[in-house]
């Protein structure tokens, strides 16, 4: 399974942002992918889940209501929507699945910085 991540970039806050991560081989064994993010100096940390038929989602508290995680199985890909952007969201994105026989497998995250 590989992992790409695209949509990160250079906002104001309370701009928005839309990141993608496009998923390839190996998809049969995913049951569940993710959003997570790491800042400097700081562990990565939830963003948010889905699971394979994107029928049940999850957030960190703190993120509810300004992100949306959605998963396309037609275009193999995880998105996040993150809206209401503050500078406390610059980190680094990392896109993750996670398969019953791969694991936890990620991808090389995107910079997401918010000017204030």
């Known amino acids: 399974v590989q992992l790409v991540e695209s949509g990160g970039g250079l906002v104001q806050a309370g701009g928005s942002l839309r990141l993608s991560c496009v998923v390839s081989?190996?998809?049969?064994?995913?049951?569940?992918m993710g959003w997570y993010r790491q800042a400097p100096g700081k562990q990565r940390e939830l963003v948010a889940t889905?699971?394979?038929?994107?029928?049940?989602?999850k957030y960190a508290d703190s993120l509810k209501g300004r992100f949306t995680i959605s998963r396309n199985k037609a275009k193999n890909t995880v998105d996040l929507q993150m809206n209401s952007l503050k500078p406390e969201d610059t980190a680094v994105y990392y896109c993750?699945?996670?398969?019953?026989?791969?694991?936890?497998?990620w991808g090389q995250g995107t910079q997401v910085t918010v000017s204030s």
């Open positions: 993750m699945s996670l398969g019953l026989r791969l694991g936890q497998l």
């Open positions: 081989g190996g998809t049969f064994d995913i049951y569940s």
């Open positions: 889905i699971t394979d038929s994107g029928d049940s989602t």
